[in-house]
């Protein structure tokens, strides 16, 4: 009996060691738009995108100058009317960042996927049919608009 009472605990114990854990990935696709430079990351929760960044590279050239002149100000205004193009508002689930490189504008903005409300999310073209959006389908479909993605 105690033999039998051990080999099905070691049996529970491997079924519980072995149960598939949530498997999680990340892709980065990169392209490039009239100078301007757009590196997109994505991470997965099984093959279901959780977190969206964005890092944009603008030259000065495309600024019209030297950004490294730039104040705090400057920057935030300009990250400000950015997002506000972009029908984006900083909030829940949306956190933005913007910095200056060298002579370049550099915007980083990241959404949490689970979190952003649907505003925020049709703003970047996820409609509430694709709120589950997979890897592999975002990865087709940045390298079919040119981006190159590892």
Same mark, same amino acid.
């Given at each position: ?7 099905? !605990?070691?049996?529970?114990? &491997? !079924? ?6 949530? =498997? ?7 392209? @490039?738009?009239?100078?301007? +430079?757009? @590196?997109?990351?994505?991470?997965? +929760?099984?093959?279901?995108? @959780? ?5 944009? =590279? ?10 490294? %002149? #730039? ?11 950015? &997002? =506000? ?10 956190? +933005? ?15 949490? &996927?689970?979190?952003? @409300? ?8 996820? +409609?509430?049919?694709? =709120?589950?959006?997979? #890897?592999?389908?975002? %990865? ?11």
């Amino acid at each position: 009996m105690k033999k039998l009472f051990v080999a099905a !605990a070691t049996v529970i114990m &491997l !079924a519980g060691c072995t149960q598939n854990a949530d =498997k999680k990935e990340s892709k980065t696709c990169s392209i @490039d738009m009239s100078g301007i +430079t757009m @590196d997109i990351k994505m991470d997965a +929760t099984n093959e279901v995108v @959780d977190n969206l960044g964005m890092n944009i =590279k603008i030259p000065g050239s495309l600024l019209g100058g030297d950004a490294s %002149v #730039l104040t705090e100000d400057n920057l935030k205004t300009m990250g400000n009317a950015a &997002l =506000k193009q972009m029908n984006i508002e900083k909030g829940t689930g949306v956190e +933005t960042n913007f910095t200056i490189e060298g002579k370049d504008l550099n915007a980083e903005v990241t959404f949490d &996927l689970k979190k952003a @409300d649907a505003n925020t999310l049709k703003a970047i073209g996820i +409609t509430e049919e694709m =709120k589950e959006l997979k #890897l592999t389908d975002a %990865v087709k479909n940045f390298e079919a608009a040119g981006a190159t993605c590892k």
